[in-house]
């Protein structure tokens, strides 16, 4: 086809038309983190400024976010491990015995609503003296997590040949080593979409955090919500708040944009 | 040969054991344990022991006109939202659907929203909606149009949250219904461009019904999740004002922790946890049938 110059520009034009409204709110984030409390609340909104650090020095130095921020990297890294660990073979088993009733049990619990585990979690975690503990914390984003491993890998396990197993098993491997070395090590990219994706979920969590942590174990969604309560809305720290908590996300996004779209995909498009 | 021994031959058990237990003890326990509470009337601020109470919970949350109206509002703000990002979710797919360069730019720029905190969106949405510095207001000043109160409105709150849902979720229609596009036979497009057949009649007779299950699977997992939503709005509004943004999640929350009241705050659980499970078995039952 011969391109028409007329269509091009209206192609162009709907892609700003797409991507200025998803940006925008990323661009006046990153811009208002920028701006003193007078330049924010200055009316006409101001997009020329003369950029300030003070508000990341108020979020880092005073609020102590490095602590929040640790906390939220030890809860998801310590649950997605944990997921797999459990996920794994469990999407294995999945995948070559077609256990389709594990499947949708173990999937049941991406689609409940968190929060009808959460109020019986809050009194026996109370009992066990395990508020705010990584233990209660964990065990309840690993709920996130599992579903998602199980969900990306059962159907990758699925699409790798049983013949690379079954030879590994002829030449004397037992079925649980042939899949920790040889399927697990072919299964990379299938593990990447997982991991990223329920690192990513898990890191945005707020409702289990909101409610199984205190000062000692409070992850980064809640110390940013807190801060906006308490501060007489100082919204250049507030902004630069949420430029830190969304950054590791955004950023892990740009790296595994396939991986992520893939995980995204998966279930509603047959493949 | 192949050894067997006692592990190999209960593979099928013993690797997923580990997973199910952990489901069984954190999930199907507090589920079935939420049950039961919902036919007490235990509080933990009274001071009372918990006593089975039979259906009494269930009376006084049906006649409380707060959780009718959460209640409303929860299919309210799960159809507003879901219903126009189906729409333009899939509109935007078909206008991305070409080769161009830049595309894989456009499409992480997609990913952003959804992978975004909601928390802190919800805080830069706050700022937009402000009435006094907000960038909508001034937007709105400029065009010469009354200016709005937005989430601090009862009146326009709902509707606020609405299009913060549809800017955060559109994207992931639009990135389900490109990957449905890329995965469409290319046979019936030849045999309509043989029949002479326009774009209007190609889009409507043959993309769309092709692309139905995918859009229908995609909406529903959205529907089910918009269901639950809890971060956006309690993060904006608190359920405010007053309670005219509380939906089930959110009033459910309140009812947990922050009154205490655990026996009528497990019925709303229950109720929640059963239209999310007629949704989830909608789906299932969907894709088995687009799998025959």
Known sequence: ??????????????????????????????MSSFKTQVDIISWPPKFIFTPVMQNYERVFIEQDFLHYMKNSLIVSVVSVFFS??????????????????????????????????????????????????????????????????????????????????EAAMVDGLTQQSAFVKILLPLSGPGI????????????????????????????????????????????GAVMAAAVTIMAPAIILTMFFQKYVVKGLTMGAVKG | MIRQGFFEKNLRYLFPLPAVIFV???MVFPVGYTFFLSFTDWSLT????????????????LSEPRFLEALGRTFYFTFGSVIVEMVLGTVLALALNRTFKGKGVVK?????????????????????????????????????????????????????????????WTPMITIIVLAGLAG????????????????????????LPMLMPT????????AIDALKTYDIIYSMTGGGPGYASENLNVLAFKYSFEYFRMGQSAVMLVFLFLIVLLFSLAVMRLRRAFEQ
């Open chain 1, 192 to 235: 990447v979409t997982a991991t990223t994706l329920s690192f990513i979920f898990s890191w945005n969590n707020f409702m289990f955090s909101q409610v199984l942590s205190q000062q000692k174990t409070r992850t980064l969604p809640i110390a940013v919500y807190n801060f906006l309560s308490y501060v007489e809305v100082d919204w």
């Open chain 2, 24 to 26: 069984v003890v954190l």
């Open chain 1, 1 to 30: 086809m011969k391109k028409n110059p007329v269509h091009s520009i209206l192609f162009l034009l709907t892609l700003a038309l797409i991507i200025i409204p998803i940006l925008f709110p990323f661009v006046w984030m990153l």
């Open chain 2, 108 to 168: 992480t720029l997609l990913l952003l929203p959804l992978v975004a905190t909601p928390v802190a969106i919800g805080i830069v949405w706050n700022l937009f909606y402000d009435p006094t510095i907000g960038i909508l207001n001034y937007v709105l000043s400029v065009l010469k149009l009354p200016q709005s109160g937005w989430v601090s409105d009862a009146k326009t709150v709902m509707p606020s949250l609405i299009i913060v849902d549809i800017w955060q």
């Open chain 1, 84 to 165: 797999l660990v459990l996920g794994l073979p469990a999407a294995y088993s999945i995948a070559r015995y077609k256990q389709k009733k594990l499947s949708i049990f173990i999937l049941i619990a991406r689609l409940m609503p968190g929060i009808s585990f959460l109020m019986p979690w809050y009194i026996v975690f109370s009992r066990l003296r395990l508020m705010d503990s990584y233990i209660a914390l964990i065990l309840s984003h690993m709920l996130i997590a599992l579903p998602l491993v199980v969900w990306v890998m059962s159907p990758y396990f699925d699409s790798v040949p049983r013949e690379l197993e």
């Open chain 2, 215 to 222: 859009i229908l699977t995609a909406v529903i997992l959205r």
């Open chain 2, 46 to 61: 009274s001071g009372r022991p918990l006593s089975v109470v039979g259906m009494k919970s269930y009376l006084q949350v």
């Open chain 2, 184 to 207: 469409l036979s290319s046979e019936p497009y030849e045999s309509a461009m043989v029949d002479g057949a326009n774009g209007r009649q190609v889009l409507f007779l043959i993309t």
